[in-house]
């Protein structure tokens, strides 16, 4: 069979909203020789935030735009689709959003990796049980983030949501910003602190912070990014993007 000059290991299909400008720069960085990204935009505009009204009004728009995203990046014959936007994959809980999984991956005809479950399958492997989370969003996502992780078996005992005012917002973040709210949060209770959003820039951070700390922290665009790579047999080991990248 023939194969792709530069994707002769795999071609990844990775969407995510327009606004977003950091899923994209990180799983470029965390892209191993053999292995692809091309990227689809989900259309949205920088949408005002400000209550949980604007929120869904957000997810909603993501929404309606989605598969005709996927569409425009099956016409490269992707092996795989990455979900690059999180909030979508945590809605309704696990069930719900298994089954969304399950549709899209129908509608795109290849399997799927969303940070969800890329979460979820780094925590089990890490064997934390109560966690704390960090979010971009307003408190409804909140909610159903919390809802998700607990239908999975974990504690969500600290949940810090940073209530961004719009998309472009999440990624003017700073690290130190983002540094303290981790520190705030973290105390001998909590096993383990996982990051969710994006557009949220904590690849570097997570590393940092979880060496200081001495505690898993989990990065959802590294977390995802690895799931995509194990589920394609994908196992190179590679140092300086953290414990999921060095082991199989």
């Known amino acids: 069979m023939s194969r792709d000059a530069l994707g002769w290991r795999c071609k990844f299909a990775v969407v995510a909203p327009s606004t977003n400008t950091i899923v994209q720069p990180d799983m470029e960085a965390l892209r191993p020789d053999g292995v692809t990204n091309h990227f689809g935009r989900i ?33 490269m014959a992707p092996d795989y689709l990455i979900m690059g936007m999180s909030a979508l994959m945590f809605w309704d809980g696990r069930a719900a959003s298994e089954k969304r999984m399950r549709a899209l991956s129908e509608h795109a005809g290849v399997p799927v990796s969303a940070g969800s479950f890329a979460c979820e399958a780094a925590l089990n492997l890490s064997g934390a049980k109560r966690i704390a989370v960090i979010s971009p969003y307003m408190p409804i996502s909140d909610v159903n983030v919390t809802r998700f992780f607990e239908d999975c078996g974990f504690t969500v005992a600290k949940f810090k949501g940073l209530r961004c005012n719009s998309p472009i917002a999440i990624a003017e973040v700073q690290a130190d910003t983002l540094r303290r709210h981790l520190l705030e949060m973290d105390d001998d209770s909590i096993e383990a602190i996982v990051q969710v959003g994006t557009n949220l820039s904590m690849l570097g951070l997570a590393l940092e912070m979880e060496q200081e700390l001495g505690k898993p922290v989990i990065a959802i665009n590294a977390a995802t990014y690895w799931h995509a790579l194990r589920a394609n047999g994908i196992n190179d080991q590679f140092a300086g993007h953290g414990p999921l990248f060095e082991m199989h």
């Open 43 to 75: 259309h949205v505009p920088n949408m005002p935030v400000h209550d949980d009204a604007d929120f869904l009004a957000l997810v909603e728009a993501i929404g309606a735009e989605l598969y005709a995203t996927v569409d425009r990046c099956k016409t």
